[in-house]
């Protein structure tokens, strides 16, 4: 294949001599692509990239990473600005309207999604359809799900103003959904919300406050608690952000695509992995055990893998990874023993790992799941929620790509080809 770079187009010569042109696009920042598009017509072959390694699916303004730099930018502002100057509901506004929202759009951006956090009353109904073991990601695939047979007002996808109803709902109702799963797992009442508190002390105040006693707010935490958010929100075009564009391409509604979207969060490789790390470090429970489970790790033979590492995309140090453990640094000095102590076996994982030729040649680092574990454990969130809080910030993400994907023209049904390699016809 030749680079035409008068042309700026690619050319693909097939065994038979047949010469295919290519057109090569450029995007602002980062690699440039093939288009492909024309290729089946052209030549009656399909492209094949299982896991999408090398596959564009999309033009998108939201999030731009580099992988190589360890860069994540959101419409441009790099993380670590926004994790430590804005807030997530600012961060929510940045990635859903493009800018920064000034001090008027922001109050009137915070008071909308601070007008649709409760639910209908009817909703509270479906949690005690749940065995009081549930999974609360279980139970939030459900009620999320559930929202579009209660918000009908907004399920009209072509429809701007329920668009934008439908995802302040879902940034605004999720941590009273996620809320309610923990309570009913522990049998206490639920806890509206209360206007009055700030998007993140509102949830934790829903997630610990009991009617019984006055709540006392802990500001690191619920800071701590509102940059985990802002470092969650969005990334690019990863497994359940996909899997939220390729629902929403049918046209279904919001509520649905989000759902799925929790879903494809759910699984260990992906957004499960923050729960996994805590599971992981306790198994390992003392330093003279790494070893062993790095050896674990390097093996071929045995399905273990180090829980927290590695990425698709990073190939060096996931800028988030590196935030989450200045906030644990910060919140572990509230006096938590254990924390304390899956915090320096993190540490410690990580320095070994690091200096282990085995990861340096997969350029393996820490990801965003290997701190925020214990930061969240450390602030009294039980591990089954983990994910939960991850799935309440991405939210952010998924509703502002499911609106980047309805809002363009060009947008088609989502409908991969495959290589068949079944039965040829039989009687
Ligand atoms: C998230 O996509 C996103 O942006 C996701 C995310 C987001 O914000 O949305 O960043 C959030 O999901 C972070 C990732 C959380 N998952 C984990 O921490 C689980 C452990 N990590 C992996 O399973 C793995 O690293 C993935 C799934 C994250 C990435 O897998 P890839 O890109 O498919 O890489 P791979 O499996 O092909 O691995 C390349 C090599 C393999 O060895 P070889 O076959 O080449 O010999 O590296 C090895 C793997 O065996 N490897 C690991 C490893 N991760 C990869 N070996 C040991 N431990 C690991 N964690």
Not at 338 to 350: I, P, Q, S, Y
Not at 360 to 384: C, H, Q, R, T, W
Request: hydrophobic residues 40%; glycine residues 6%; charged residues 25%.
């Amino acid at each position: 294949m030749t680079n035409d770079k008068k042309n700026n187009h690619a050319k693909l010569i097939l065994p038979e001599g047949k010469i295919v042109t290519l057109p090569i696009i450029e995007g602002t920042i980062g690699p440039k692509v093939l288009d492909i598009s024309s290729l089946y017509k052209e030549v009656g072959m399909f492209t094949f990239d299982p896991g999408f390694t090398s596959t564009g699916s999309c033009r998108s303004k939201i999030t731009y990473i580099d992988g190589d730099k360890g860069i994540l930018l959101h419409r441009g502002y790099n993380i670590e600005y926004l994790a430590s100057e804005k807030s997530f509901l600012e961060t929510a506004y940045l990635l859903l309207y493009g800018n920064l929202p000034d001090e008027k759009n922001k109050s009137e951006f915070v008071n909308a999604i601070t007008t649709h956090t409760m639910l209908n009353e009817q909703i509270s109904n479906f949690y005690k359809g749940f065995r009081d073991n549930a999974h609360p990601m279980a139970i939030l695939c459900g009620v999320v799900g559930a929202m579009s047979a209660f918000y009908h007002d907004s399920t009209n996808i072509n429809n701007k103003e329920e668009r934008r109803i439908a995802s302040y709902r879902l940034i605004a109702k999720m941590p009273t959904i996620a809320a309610m799963a923990y309570k009913f797992s522990i049998g206490q009442p639920f806890v509206y919300p209360n206007n009055k508190l700030k998007y993140s002390e509102n949830f934790l105040n829903m997630l610990f406050s009991v009617p019984a006693e006055e709540y006392e707010f802990n500001q690191v935490f619920s800071d701590a608690l509102d940059k985990i958010l802002i470092l969650h929100a969005d990334h690019e075009q990863n497994a359940s952000t996909s899997t939220v564009r390729l629902a929403g391409s049918s046209g279904a509604n919001p509520f649905a695509c989000i759902s799925a979207g929790i879903a494809s969060l759910w699984g260990p490789s992906h957004g499960g992995a923050n729960e996994a790390v805590i599971r992981m470090l306790h198994k390992i429970d003392d330093v003279k055990h790494i070893k062993k489970y790095i050896d674990k790790a390097k093996d071929k033979e045995d399905p273990f893998r180090l829980m927290g590492f590695g990425h698709r995309v990073y190939k060096n140090y996931d800028p988030r990874a590196k935030v989450l453990q200045k906030i644990a640094e910060d919140v572990l000095k509230q006096e938590h023993k254990l924390e304390n102590k899956l915090f320096d076996l993190a540490k410690e994982l990580e320095s070994i790992a690091l200096n282990d030729e085995y990861f340096v040649e997969k350029k393996l680092y820490p990801n965003v799941d290997f701190y925020s574990g214990i930061i969240l454990k450390a602030m009294g969130i039980p591990i089954s929620l983990f994910t939960v809080i991850f799935a309440v910030a991405r939210t952010v993400g998924w509703i502002s790509h499911w609106n980047e994907m309805v809002e363009d023209k060009k947008n088609k049904i989502g409908r991969p080809r495959q290589l068949y390699i079944g039965e040829k016809p039989r009687n």
